[in-house]
Structure formats: structure tokens, C-alpha cells
């Protein structure tokens, strides 16, 4: 356990920050794996504390929780200009990089 979520702690403060961060639809919201995965990473944490490494474990769970908040507001971002970016359309109808959009 320490091997694969010891030293900087950061794999299970990563899985915990997207586990805090997901929420599952209305129709799934019953679903257990969400649950269930937050006791595990629970117990992993209790450990990893038990084992010396509380205070490398609060500093990892506090630096993933602002590089997935950091991610999720790229990626808005990035979706937000997919919209409103208008499409270029040439007036004479060529959209070709050198055309010239005056007629003679």
C-alpha cells in the first residue's frame, strides 16, 4: 500500500479530488461505486496517516483539488470558445486561404 500510494501521496489525492468532484446524473444517483470508492480511498488515507504521511497526504489532497478545479476551468473555457467562435465564410464563397473576396 505505502509502495503504490505512499511517498508524495499523490495518486489516491487525485483519486479523491475527482471522487469529491463527480456527481453522478438523477438516474444514477442510487449507484454504490462512487460510495464505495470514497470508503476505500478512506481507509487507504487512514493508513497512509497511521503511517507517518498525514501531512504529505493533506498537502497532495489540498494541490489535486486546485489542479482539477485549474483543468475543469480550461476545459470550460475551451467549450465556451468552441460556441462562440463564428464560422468564417468567404463573400464570394471561396474559403481558401489566398482568395480574394473582391470580384472584378
Given at each position: 500500500l505505502q509502495n503504490v500510494f505512499g511517498g508524495d501521496c499523490v495518486r489516491i489525492a487525485r483519486l479523491r479530488a475527482v471522487l469529491d468532484a463527480?456527481?453522478?446524473?438523477?438516474?444514477?444517483?442510487?449507484?454504490?461505486?462512487?460510495?464505495?470508492?470514497?470508503?476505500?480511498?478512506?481507509?487507504v488515507q487512514q493508513v497512509l496517516g497511521d503511517l507517518g504521511l498525514g501531512f504529505a497526504l493533506r498537502l497532495a489532497?489540498?494541490?489535486?483539488?486546485?489542479?482539477?478545479q485549474e483543468k475543469?476551468?480550461?476545459?470550460?473555457?475551451?467549450?465556451?470558445s468552441k460556441v462562440k467562435k463564428p464560422s468564417l465564410l468567404r463573400v464570394d464563397g471561396d474559403a481558401?486561404?489566398?482568395?480574394s473576396c473582391a470580384t472584378s
Open positions: 463527480v456527481a453522478f446524473s438523477p438516474m444514477n444517483s442510487r449507484d454504490q461505486r462512487k460510495a464505495d470508492c470514497l470508503s476505500a480511498c478512506e481507509s489532497l489540498a494541490q489535486e483539488k486546485v489542479l482539477l475543469r476551468h480550461v476545459a470550460k473555457e475551451q467549450d465556451q481558401s486561404p489566398g482568395s
